[in-house]
Nanobody, 120 residues
Framework: QVQLVESGGGLVRAGGSLRLSCAAS????????MGWYRQAPGNQRESVAT???????NYADSVKGRFTIFRDNVKNTVYLQMNSLKPEDTAVYYC??????????????WGQGTQVTVSS
């Protein structure tokens, strides 16, 4: 079993910043690609940013230049630094991790989500 625990969400004014964290624990042999997704009311869940085990990153066009994803492989943690936040960034943000466990099985795991609200 793998657990992903997110933190760092909250309420911020437009133009402000937040940093999200997601710590992975459990039966982990290797953390492969990790990422952040978000879902606003009435919308489908969408990819925000992903990072491979080697550090290659990919961003949604809507957040390029404002958000930065990075990871600490010692702490099994992925972060999302969000700057210049806009009201349209308001959503529940979910952490995602592709994990290889100690038995060699691979699974995709989700965190419980953390609310980010940006006021205008």
């Amino acid at each position: 079993q793998v657990q992903l625990v997110e933190s760092g969400g909250g309420l911020v004014r437009a133009g402000g910043s937040l940093r999200l964290s997601c710590a992975a624990s459990g039966s982990i042999f290797r953390l492969n690609t990790m990422g952040w997704y978000r879902q606003a009311p009435g919308n489908q869940r969408e990819s925000v940013a992903t990072i491979t085990s080697g550090g290659m990153t990919n961003y949604a066009d809507s957040v390029k230049g404002r958000f930065t994803i990075f990871r600490d492989n010692v702490k099994n943690t992925v972060y999302l630094q969000m700057n210049s936040l806009k009201p349209e960034d308001t959503a529940v943000y979910y952490c995602n991790a592709d994990v290889t466990n100690r038995s060699g099985s691979r699974s995709v795991n989700w965190g419980q989500g953390t609310q980010v609200t940006v006021s205008s």
